[in-house]
């Protein structure tokens, strides 16, 4: 089955320090994987996608970088985080357009 | 600027009644999508309806899409109190990527 593991589940970091969020996906091959960011609970932010291992396109610019090392891997990365980068972040996959899976989310705050 | 824009931002209503949220967007779409989110969980789909699709169920929702006024609204009949729930549309215009844009979304409250 298709399953989505989205990691840690909360996460508080001091500002300046470094970031990785990691997202692995089971039982699909060459999905479009995206991170998305919620800020209070409101709408979704687009931030990253990627159509392929080692590509990746950014919607927003900001503190954050993303990378894709395997087909099913998708890591959110900071060299040092901003109070601003506080937020809820998801990762999702699709193949085609039928609809996205969504991770659990992480809850991230700077402090 | 965000495609999606829900209405009502909050509902509140009585378990076995009906709940109605509308989606507006500005462009053409490929498909407009329906999403919902336990309050601190990941986002669920719920449905997905095609630009060439007037209406669309699954067991108590029912969706329209209104391409000509880019509109969507999504019904939820006989509503549990495990409905409770923000629900969010999301509008595919159809790119490679499968990107999605994502409105502000509905919290929907149901009071036992």
């Known amino acids: 089955s298709q399953t989505i593991h989205q990691w840690p589940a909360t996460l508080v970091q001091p500002v300046g320090s470094p970031l990785s969020l990691e997202c692995t996906v089971e039982?699909?091959?060459?999905?479009?994987l995206y991170w998305y960011r919620q800020a209070a609970g409101r709408g979704l932010q687009l931030l990253f996608y990627?159509?392929?291992?080692?590509?990746i396109s950014s919607e927003v610019p900001q503190n954050l970088s993303a990378s894709r090392p395997q087909d099913r891997q998708f890591i959110l990365s900071s060299k040092k985080l901003l109070l601003s980068d506080s937020g809820f972040y998801l990762c999702?996959?699709?193949?085609?357009?039928?609809?996205?899976?969504f991770g659990s989310g992480t809850r991230l705050t700077v402090v | 600027s965000q495609q999606g824009e829900e209405d009502p931002q909050a509902l509140s209503i009585q378990e076995g009644e009906n709940a109605t949220m509308n989606c507006s967007y500005k462009?053409?779409?490929?498909?407009l999508q329906w999403y919902r989110q336990n309050s601190g969980r990941g986002l669920v789909h719920l449905i997905l309806?095609?630009?060439?699709?007037r209406e669309k169920h699954s067991g108590r929702l029912r969706v329209t899409l209104d391409t000509s006024k880019k509109s969507s609204s999504l019904l939820i009949t006989a509503s549990r109190a495990a409905d409770t729930a923000s629900y969010f549309c999301?509008?595919?215009?159809?790119?490679?990527?499968?990107?999605?844009?994502f409105g502000q979304g509905t919290i929907l409250t149901v009071h036992p």
């Open positions: 999702a996959w699709s193949v085609g357009h039928a609809g996205y899976t």
């Open positions: 039982g699909t091959s060459n999905p479009n």
């Open positions: 990627s159509v392929g291992i080692g590509q």
């Open positions: 462009t053409s779409i490929n498909n």
């Open positions: 309806i095609r630009s060439n699709e």
């Open positions: 999301a509008t595919d215009k159809g790119t490679s990527y499968g990107k999605l844009t």
